[in-house]
């Protein structure tokens, strides 16, 4: 029986796309890229005579740097500080000395925090360094899910408190190494770094070391570090029981949302409601009071703002059609057999 006769001609293609469908998603997946993410980075733009960025910092509504670029609250939550002085320009959360380096409409805010650090005597005794850090935020909890608490060290105690709500909280890891040799990179397991979770609903942390024991491997390792830190961002090497390679500030996640209601709650008041574009759907924050913004499935943009969702399903047919055109031209259905 020949490939070409009418009736096969129909089951060979329903076969062929099904065949080809992971080969296929990878091909749309391109297209997206070339035909959607770029519309869809104009498209979340801020509103007009609002900048978008600071320095390399993408500054999207509800964030803004200037009044009446930025959605109000009490606290001034969304309003970012762009330091223009300095080369290139750098965000930081409201007038504080908090740094922004990342901001996404996902409602993850990526901030900078220091690294506490205390150096101590082989007598246990403190010689040099703020045993303490401390992050103050009024509004954005610390992502549960993203960040570890971390400590390095030798004979280290470190701690971590802050307040939950209305209640305050303790949590901390021990480090210990008896040498060098004990050491494995990349591996926090207590042995020259350790880790633990953060507690959900963390709006501001202390951070402190404690004096460690009377040990002569104090003698090598004087220096102990305690932050908090994006996961992913960092890798313990040995290096770092020295001087943490020289970095002070690590990357931290901070979960964000608008409001202090629920969707359901701040749905009743349309002045007030947060997700202004049509398609565009609330979704409540799990970590805090409040909620978040999200386009509606098959459409892109800044939820944020007056039709800020455009949809992205047009697209998604007209290079299906492309695709099946592009291959009906070339008759690829024979690779089949
Ligand atoms: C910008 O940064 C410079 C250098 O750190 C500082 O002197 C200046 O006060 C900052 N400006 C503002 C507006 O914060
Ligand atoms: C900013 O954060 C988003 C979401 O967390 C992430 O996808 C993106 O890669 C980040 N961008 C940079 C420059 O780190
Ligand atoms: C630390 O240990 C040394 C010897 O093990 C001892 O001489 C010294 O008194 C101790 N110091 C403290 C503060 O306990
Ligand atoms: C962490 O560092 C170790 C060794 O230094 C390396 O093998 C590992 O791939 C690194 N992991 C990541 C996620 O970078
Ligand atoms: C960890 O990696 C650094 C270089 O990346 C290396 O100098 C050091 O010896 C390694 N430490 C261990 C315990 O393997
Ligand atoms: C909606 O919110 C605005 C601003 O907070 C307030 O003035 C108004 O009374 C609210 N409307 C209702 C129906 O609650
Ligand atoms: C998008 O919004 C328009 C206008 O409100 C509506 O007609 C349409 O059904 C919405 N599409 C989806 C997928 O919700």
């Not at 996902?106 to 246990?124: H, I, K, W």
């Not at 039709?307 to 047919?317: E, K």
Request: with cysteine; net charge negative.
């Amino acid at each position: 029986m020949s490939l070409y006769q009418p009736s096969y001609q129909g089951l060979i293609s329903t076969r062929f796309l099904e065949i080809t469908k992971k080969a296929m998603d990878i091909r749309l997946l391109a297209l997206f890229v070339m035909f959607v993410a770029a519309p869809a980075a104009a498209l979340a733009s801020n509103p007009v005579g609002c900048a978008s960025t600071c320095g390399d910092v993408v500054v999207p509504f509800p964030f803004g740097m200037t009044t009446g670029c930025y959605l109000e609250d009490e606290f001034n939550s969304f309003m970012i500080t762009c330091n223009n002085t300095l080369q290139p320009p750098e965000a930081f959360l409201w007038q504080s000395n908090v740094q922004v380096t990342n901001i996404s409409l996902d409602g993850e805010l990526t901030v900078l925090s220091y690294s506490a650090r205390g150096c101590f005597d082989t007598a246990g005794a403190a010689i040099s360094g703020n045993v303490e850090a401390l992050l103050r935020l009024p509004k954005f909890p610390v992502s549960y899910t993203r960040n570890k608490f971390t400590a390095v060290g030798c004979f280290t105690t470190a701690l971590i408190s802050g307040s939950l709500g209305v209640h305050t909280y303790t949590t901390g890891c021990v480090s210990l190494c008896d040498s060098i040799d004990t050491v494995a990179n990349g591996s926090c397991n207590g042995i020259g770094c350790c880790q633990s979770s953060i507690p959900q609903g963390v709006k501001d942390f202390t951070m402190s070391i404690n004096n460690p024991r009377n040990d002569s491997i104090l003698s090598t390792f004087p220096c102990s570090y305690a932050f908090v830190v994006e996961e992913d961002a960092y890798n313990f090497s040995s290096l770092d029981l020295v001087d943490l390679r020289g970095v002070s500030m690590f990357p931290v996640v901070l979960d964000w949302a608008v409001g202090s209601e629920t969707c359901e709650e701040a749905k009743t008041n349309q002045s007030t409601y947060a997700c202004t574009s049509v398609n565009s759907t609330c979704i409540d924050s799990s970590n805090g009071p409040g909620y978040r913004c999200s386009c509606s499935s098959g459409y892109e943009g800044n939820p944020y703002l007056l039709d800020g969702c455009q949809g992205t399903i047009s697209v998604y047919f007209w290079s299906l059609n492309l695709f099946r055109l592009f291959n009906n031209v070339r008759g690829f259905s024979h690779y089949l057999y």
